[in-house]
């Protein structure tokens, strides 16, 4: 499959080593597994020199073994000269620096850790001696999302501090995957709604998807083919992705995890549905928040986040959300390859995701377009409202300056979009309205496809709608 999109991450990099000119530039990538880290250096320096090193589980005599090789490669250094230890091959990164600009790359960095963790301590007085020096840029990339952040940014690792950039790849937007889409020939706003909830915008999967285009028309075929079959490449992708991430605490993530994925949202809910105890428990759902970037704690709109008692928790990752809602929770018919029966599950509660999974596409369709020229609203916030009371709007947002609240309601199925949505949305937000008197109020819904004779009592879009404005 082609590359995609990656435009501010591709200058950044670019900066970066227009910056080594003047000093040393040492950078670090971040990011989930498959999110597409090595791909994104080998485009952006692919007309530079480089020095690639990936660091394999192994002694580090085997490593710079590999490490020389590499050096030959592209400097024509004799073949039996032989590198000692670390430092000594550091030093003659130095000298080949000093001769011609030089890129450095370490992919999955943070494998020394099992190797020797000694050597964080090595970079970290290396870096120190030649942050003064031109034309070097060393880059980082580690697919363990929390223990790379632990390397580089907490206070008492000794590589803290010796960064001068950071990149958190996150996954691809909605509007690239359209494109995506488009390419492949299967672009509809059903396909694009699906495919997002089911990968949630990871570039590998969609290479995958390529591959097997031929064979998987629709985002059902890619579950049954790609996730859910006796050979399906991506059966066992959150435990590749999170075992090793959460090393001997795994059970208690993942057992909060499924919870999440399967509707608990609230910390009492997750405790009940978890089996932990509801003190227990904040201090794994802090570490997936805050440390992992797992999930993320959201609440009301027009609510102070940080005292609010209103919140819930929900799974970053859609491709995650999708896994342990099914693969994981259902791992036993996984075990006794009872396939037909699982993927009948999924096809049967999937329209559940569809819901949750449409407000979460609209709410960033709409932050893309907040701004743009060719919207005709712009907000200071936005988010979901819920209360005590139990009442829910899916998307509300609002504009301090020309003083209106947008209240919207997001229907997968357009023909709900009637006359008592539109009754339920006004009744549901007269509340709200009393503390903002001098605002004016605008209804509104989103639903996948436009919908012939709906009912319309104030605006409403579809995902081509929001699409084409952001174009």
């Not at 690239?176 to 672009?187: A, C, Q, S």
Request: with cysteine.
């Amino acid at each position: 499959m082609k590359f995609y999109n990656r435009k501010k991450e591709l200058d950044t990099i670019k900066e970066w080593v227009n910056l080594s000119k003047k000093s040393t530039q040492v950078g670090v990538i971040f990011g989930r597994r498959r999110i597409g880290k090595t791909r994104l250096i080998k485009e952006s320096l692919n007309k530079l020199n480089y020095l690639y090193f990936f660091i394999e589980r192994k002694p580090i005599t085997e490593l710079l073994k590999d490490f020389q090789e590499a050096i030959a490669e592209l400097t024509g250094l004799p073949s039996d000269v032989q590198i000692q230890n670390l430092t000594a091959f550091l030093q003659l990164i130095v000298q080949i620096a000093e001769k011609k600009q030089l890129i450095l790359v370490f992919d999955e960095f943070q494998n020394f850790r099992y190797i020797d963790p000694k050597v964080f301590g090595i970079f970290q007085q290396w870096i120190d001696e030649i942050k003064d020096n031109k034309g070097l840029t060393i880059i980082f990339i580690g697919s363990m999302f929390g223990l790379m952040k632990k390397i580089f940014t907490e206070y008492k690792e000794p590589l803290y501090g010796r960064l001068t950039g950071q990149i958190n790849l996150k996954p691809l937007s909605p509007i690239i995957e359209k494109e995506i889409l488009t390419d492949l020939g299967i672009y509809t706003p059903e396909n694009l709604l699906k495919f997002h909830i089911i990968f949630g915008g990871i570039p590998r999967y969609y290479d995958l998807l390529s591959d097997r285009i031929e064979t998987i028309r629709m985002p059902m075929d890619a579950v049954k083919q790609l996730i859910v079959s006796p050979y399906s490449i991506l059966k066992e992708e959150g435990k590749a992705v999170l075992m090793e991430e959460f090393e001997k605490k795994f059970m208690v993530y993942f057992s909060i995890m499924q919870a999440i994925s399967s509707g608990y949202h609230t910390r009492n809910q997750i405790s009940g549905a978890s089996g932990l105890n509801y003190n227990q428990l904040s201090p794994y759902l802090s570490s997936l928040e805050k440390h992992y970037e797992l999930i993320e704690r959201r609440t009301p709109i027009f609510s102070n986040k940080a005292q609010s008692k209103t919140s819930a928790f929900y799974i970053r990752d859609n491709f995650l959300t999708f896994w342990f809602r099914y693969l994981h929770k259902y791992s036993r018919l996984v075990e006794i390859e009872a396939y037909d029966r699982l993927n009948d599950i999924i096809s049967k509660d999937f329209n559940i995701l569809e819901g949750t999974g449409f407000e979460s596409l609209t709410m960033k369709l709409l932050i893309a377009l907040n701004g743009n020229s060719n919207w005709e609203f712009s907000f200071d916030d936005i988010g979901r409202y819920w209360d005590r009371m139990n009442r829910e709007i899916d998307i509300v947002f609002i504009n301090h300056t020309e003083k209106y609240i947008f209240f919207g309601e997001c229907k997968v199925n357009g023909n709900r979009v009637n006359k008592n949505m539109w009754k339920t949305l006004t009744q549901k937000s007269s509340h709200i309205l009393q503390k903002y008197r001098k605002y004016q109020a605008i209804y509104g819904a989103f639903v996948v496809k436009n919908v012939e004779n709906a009912f319309t009592k104030g605006c409403v879009y579809s995902l081509n709608d929001l699409l084409q404005h952001i174009h």
